[in-house]
Every structure is written in C-alpha cells, then in structure tokens.
C-alpha cells in the first residue's frame, strides 16, 4: 500500500462530516492539541455559558438562583441529558463530584450485592488513583477485603466466585488498549460477581453502550473527550436495578429522600439521586453543559470511525518516516482494539516530548518512556495527523531533542 | 434607651471602618441581601478572575494550565492563604472537594486517634448533612460505631470517655447561637478525645483561631461568608500533629506521596496532602481566590464588631417595630453568644419570608417558623438593617403576606 501524503489526508478533511464541529472550539493559533486526553479543547459557547453563570446567575440571582437558574437540579439535569452517550437511561446518571471519589462510592456500593464476598479484581496498571482510591475503601471496610490486581490477559482468569466486584477502566489509560466491556462483565456476572467500570478514556471518543453490557456501576470523566472544562464533575451511572438496594456511604444531604425537610437522621433517596453527596461547584459543572451538548450533536459512529482511520494513520506516518530512531508502538496495532489514542515507546521519550512541546505540538509523556498523542475527532484535523508525524521526523532527524534543556524533568504532565 | 432612627444608622455607615469593601461586591440595584449566609455576594474581580480561568488558562494555556497556571497546586496554594483565616499554619490547610465530604474524611481521620473508642459526640440539630456523613461513615465502619446526639446545654456532659471524637458546628445554621469552641475542645481533650469543628457559618464572620484553640479538624464553607461563589470548594484544617498518623480514607492521587510516579498501590503523602482526594473543579476553586483575597485585607475583629452591632440593632428594631405581630426571638439575644445572623420565629414564617422576597429582600425560611436574616459585615449597610425591620413592619402590618401566593410551598431556599 501507498504511504499517504499530505494532499490524501487534505482530501479526508474535505470529506470529513465532523469537519465543521472544529469551528465551535477555540484551538491556540499555530498549536496542535493532541492532550485532547487529558483536557478537551474550550467549545467557544462555554466561555459564554461560564460568564452567565458568575455574572449573571451568581451576582445577580445570588441564592435564588438554586432554583431559578436550575443550580440544585444541575446533578440530575446533566446526569439525565449525558446518559445516552454511555448507553444509559436518563434516570440511570448524575454528574457529580471527582472521578476518584465516585468511583469509591461505585465500588462500595457494588460490594453490596454480594456481601459475602471479599475480592475486587482491578488492573495493576490502570490510572492508579483508581487502585488508590479502592485500597483506601479496603483498607477502611477491613474484614478480609482484598484487591486481587491482574493485568489485560490475566482477568478473565483472575474472575472467580469468591470475586464480589470487578473494576476495570476501559481504556488505559497509558496504551489507549480496550478492554472488552461486554465480555468481562458477563464472565463478572457468569460467577455472580457485579462489574464496575471506568469510562474516562472512552466517554466521548467511541460508543459505549453500559445498558448492552449489563453494566452495574461506571463513572466517566466529562474534561477528556467531552470537552467540560478542567476539573469539571464527572458522570456517575448505576444501573437502575441496584436503586435502592445498593447504597454508596458518602451519605450528604443531597442524597437524602427529603433534603429540604432538614431530618435528623439519615434516608436514603429512592432513586439515582442516592449516588450524590453535597452541594456542587456551579460554575465548573454548569459550564460542563455546553461540551455534552456538542458531544449529544455528533454521532458517535462517525466519531469512531474518524478516530480509527485517524490512529491508523499516525502509525503508519510515524513508522514509515520516523523508523529508523529506535521507535516503537505502545499500543495496539489492530484499531478495534485502540481507544483515540496512538503512544510510542522511545528510551528519551521525555525529552522528544519536551521537544515536541517547544515545536507548537501539544503531546504528553508518561513512565517509563511512553509519549502519548490523543486524537479527538471533534476538532483534530487528518493534516494534523500528517504534521505531527513530520515534526517528530523532524525533531527526531536534528537531534535537537538531545539538548540539555529538554533533559530537565520539572513540568510535564 | 432611645430607639435608633435611620439618621443614625447614616451616621454608623459614615464612620464605618468597613464601608469601602461594599464597592468591591456587584449588589443588585434596590434589592436588600441578607443571605449572604447561604452564598456570599459576587467580588467583582470575581467576574475577571473566571473569564481569565476558562478563557485563557483553559482556552489559550490548555492542559500546560496544570503547571503554568499553577492548577495543581490550588488546593494547597489557597489552603496557604487562607489558614491565617480561621488561625492555622499555613502548611495545615487546603482548598478541596465539599464540605460533607471533607467532613467524612476528617471524622474518619478523627477516629483514629484513640482507635478502641466508639462514640462520635454531635449537635442532633445542627446542619443536617453533617448528621447524613457521619451516619454514613458510621455505618460503613460498623464494628460498633455510633453517633451520642446530645443538644446544646447537654454536650459537656455528653463528652466522657467512650468519646473518640466529638463533631460540632460553630455556629448553628437555624439559630445562630455560637458554641464556646475552647471550652467544648478542651473537655474533649480532657477525657482523651478528638474535637472537629464545622466553622460553615463562623469563617469569614468572626476571628476563629482552630491552634489557639488546640481543635484537631476542622471544616469551613467558601462561599457563605468569605464570598467564594456557588459550590466553592471548602478549606479543610489537620493539625499538623496529626499529619502522617490520621489518615483520610478517599485516597485519591493528590493525596500519593508521588503523584506523578504513578506507582501501583498508595503511599500517604506526608503532610496536609494527604486530606486531598483527586482533580479538582478548576473554574470553581480558582475563582474562589478572589473572596478570600477581600477578606484577608479586612480587620476580623472589625468585621465582628460591625456584625454584633448589626444584629443588635435589628433585634432592637424589629421588637420595637414588629413586637406587635406574633413574632419572637430565635437568636441569643446576647451578641457574643450570637453569629452574623438574626432569626425570628412566626408561625407564618414562611408566608411572610415569600412576602419580603417579592419586596426585595432576600432572607430566608428554615422550618419549622425560622426567618433567617444574614448580615454578611462586608457589604451590607447600617441602613439596610433599618430598612429591613422597616420592610418587615410593613409587611406584617399590611397583611399582605397573607395573600394565597405567599402560602404556596414551591421555591424559597
């Protein structure tokens, strides 16, 4: 086969439906943003909606604007408006809190479904706050819980009957490699174990479909792929089955069947609304709106096919014109089994980055050696595939990687 | 001694030692805001801090804002700036996540200085969510766990020694009567338990000194009185002698000892990092900077003096105004007992808050009777203490709260 050029992948911007989503972002003049992964690009209407949250609904509305301008219900509104891009019911997701901390909540509550059991299989390599926070709930709920850590090839051994829950992340979030959601959970469910997963890379950048799968908890982070601003609250699914049934601890008044009666004592609400805690920060989760419309606009067909071929072709760029500087692929070659993702493995990958980043390309490291290039279909281009693979060629044919500047370990994320 | 009149109210705004800081709020034009006890009156520089937060560091600066914005760091570079706030060291504070949640981790942190005991001492009619955590906890821990309700003049002898921690609120949320933090503390110690503290409603109203004090946690809101906007994240306080011994449970990665080694299994961090969780609501927290920035130039103890005057004087006003319509006193009519608040009770409490909403005052209803009145010291005036009594006359002599529109229970906060 031809190697593309720069004119094939001109003709693929022509043809792409999702072309003309770029316009509704503001993307820094001479920068391609491939962290895409970490932080989305801003949507040009979120600068707006933020500015009427603080100048409009907080300093003129003040308080009233709990209920005026919808603050209160924000949760349940966002919840209900993103579920049916992870496959969801409306009354099946809230967006609430941090990653980390609903993903504790998920996992306490899934372990009530078999309460005798004492074994979570995570991933080992997963993004670790995950492991993190599920060693903080084992080592809190003591009596015998356990964290039995397997990586990709060892789960669906490593699910057995004394397993109560699975957690795993979709994508991983260093390979950018899926896992195969379905068939996990239904070896989960096989032994009667319950499956929680972890969408923060797939969210927004392929179709998920948690209801399919059988999926009994999941959590998805809104600032990747769906463009909510940094740090903006993350989704949080239970499957409708477990309401009322399986609880999470993180018990605020939010969670409560009558917040506004002021009890005592604690009761839990009935439904979806049993998974928040406490009040949320407005401006970050209303702002968060304006990603998840445009997300609900693109089909998630298309977004996927875009982001194979766009993988597929920063592979085949790179190895074609950077083959011969010690380079190799990190993550899965076969694109079905790829998130949006495309990382390399190089001996100074820190320095290339750090290169890379001088050169107006927006890319990130992590350890031991892995550069990481994010694609959101959204708003990059295929010409933004081909440059990328150039400036590497570049960066990796001058040497310039190798000086000392680039050397110094201080501020990558 | 002679009642007040408006012209002498003038005269206290003339001379008033906090005037100029009202100029630095965004005040609806002829509306009177009594609640900023709920959720603070915007700074105007609040407005450009947000546009700068999302359309430059997250528009323009990207994912490189982590660093170069200094995102990261917010939590613990707030916590630095705030503590002198509520008198802690500046390494013992941060910024993060909700208030509920802070107050899960605290007590659970709490729990752990004297691990063979039980009973968590709290206020059974204090804040209700703070009761909804604690009773989460407690029932996650199980293991024999329990919360000992015990009201205001029953706490002292409440706190023996089967206590472990006692978990109070400075000031109460309904009436504004003010706990003796010293004294309460010390008994606590006195019998070998933790004290952990809800400041909610005291930061940002009155000095609060947390080491003078010798308290062990404590929690306070952002955005009632020290003006941080809708949900901002709250200040959570760890003595440091307990820094490395009292863990927190959500041990997401701003609370790893190596964040970005991304090892697999958690290691605490040393110092107040460890109460951190993961990623926090970047728009949100970083515009809270600028409420705190305001209140950091202002004189505590003038901010006091104003508040105890203020509410004097409308308790003063509204007996000698209102004595006449079934109204009574909910406060503690001695300012040192009483926060920056004035509540009345009336059996139509509820109709007459709706009446004084549609005539531009905002205050607010708690069941069962409770018109709350906030006076936040930074921006509301004298005068405005006498036109509220003024309203509030009028209002009940009309009658007008009587008409069927004020009765219907849909949306007062």
Redesign the interface.
Known sequence: MAISTRSDLEQLDREDPLASFRDEF?L?EGMI?L?GN??G??PLK??ER??Q???K????G???????AG??ALPVTLGRKIAPLVGAKPNEVVLT?????DL?KIV?AALQIQPERRAIVME??N???N???V???V???GDGYTIR?AEADELMDAIDEDVATICITHVHYKTGRIHDMAALTERAHSVGAAAVWDLCHSAGAMPVDLNVCNVDFAVACT?KYING?????PLLFAAERHHGKCFQ?????Y??AAP???????RPAEGIRQML?????????S?AEIGIDIMLRADMNTIREKSMRMTDLFIELVEARCGDHDISLASPRNAEKRGSQVSFFHDEGYSIIRAM?DHDV?C?Y??PGIMRFGFAPLYIRYVDVWDTAEKLREILESGIWKESKYSDRA?V?
């Open positions: 503001f820094p943003y962290n970490s932080l690009a801003m979120a600068a933020s500015r949250v603080v100048e609904e907080w300093a003129v003040l308080i009233g604007s709990m209920n005026t603050w209160y809190d941090s990653t980390g901390i504790y306490a080992g390599s993004f670790p706050t492991n993190y926070m060693q903080g709930l080592e809190q709920l850590f600032y601003g940094p740090g903006s609250p601890p993180l018990t605020g008044w969670s409560h506004f009666d002021f009890d005592r004592d604690y805690s406490g009040t949320q920060p407005t401006a970050s989760l702002t980043h927006g990130d992590r350890e501020a994320t």
